[in-house]
């Protein structure tokens, strides 16, 4: 769309999105900048030597190194994103300040180099902008030093960044209308490594992505995206509607 030029025809001043989430039906969230953590591909690439057995061992560590979440923590089960005490709705959640990274490490041997790639996210968006000179230099300071030739991002997700003005203009004036029992607080970022193609909107446009429950726990329905037993329940979308139109009624005046 944006390719076709939809921006040019519309020419839109602020952007908005809403995504169903596994919270109760008739709840709504966000927060300024990511609500999704960062979530990068990294790589090094090495001189392939003798020494390659100990050099991609010691490159699998010092990636692993990286992470500051245990094997133990419950920040890796899910359903503890929603939990009253640690979860993202508590100020002190323990889905902040976090670095992961997937032990799923791929190793690439050509004749002349070695390629090392692994999969990290973080909690804030520049939290992984200083991990390639911090890389670096560990090499440079490592008995492998004269083995290093690069590091580099070779992916990243559409990292959703909400418009900081406009999530504070809008989030209170759903909270005024509908209640401050349905707007919940967002600390933290959800740690699923998932991205939206509204990233790609909000490069060119201004705007906030939402989350909206669609949940009802007595009845056994539990709205987690992308999961098998995903269900809905329906009364959501007239809350969607109702939310959404309020709150583009109020932007407009």
Not at 27 to 42: H, L, W
Not at 154 to 180: C, F, H, M, Q, W
Request: proline share 5%; aromatic share 10%; charged share 25%.
């Amino acid at each position: 769309m944006l390719d076709d030029g939809l921006l040019n025809i519309i020419d839109p001043e602020e952007i908005y999105a809403l995504h169903i989430a596994p919270m109760s039906e008739g709840i709504i969230t966000t927060k300024a900048r990511n609500p999704y953590a960062d979530y990068k591909g990294i790589q090094i690439t090495l001189k392939n030597t003798k020494e390659r057995t100990a050099l991609i061992k010691f490159t699998k560590k010092l990636f692993l190194q990286l992470q500051n979440v245990s094997p133990e923590s419950k920040f890796w089960d899910n359903k503890n994103l929603l939990d009253p005490n640690i979860g993202l709705g508590n100020p002190n959640t323990i889905f902040k300040d976090y670095i992961t990274v997937n032990s799923n490490i791929a190793v690439k041997e050509g004749e002349d180099k070695i390629t090392i790639r692994a999969y990290l996210s973080a909690e804030k968006e520049t939290q992984l902008d200083s991990l390639l000179s911090q890389i670096k230099k560990k090499f440079k300071e490592s008995d492998y030093s004269d083995q290093f030739l690069d590091s580099s991002f070779y992916y990243e997700t559409a990292l959703v960044l909400n418009d900081e003005r406009l999530t504070l203009l809008t989030i209170p004036t759903i909270s005024k209308i509908y209640g401050n029992e349905h707007v919940l607080p967002l600390y933290g970022a959800i740690p699923d490594g998932r991205g939206d193609d509204f990233a790609l909107f909000q490069r060119e446009i201004p705007g906030v992505y939402f989350l909206l429950g669609a949940s009802n726990f007595e009845k056994g329905i539990v709205s987690m995206p992308h999961s098998p037993n995903f269900a809905v329940d329906e009364s959501c979308m007239k809350t969607g509607v109702n939310y959404f139109t309020s709150m583009i009624i109020e932007r407009l005046k």
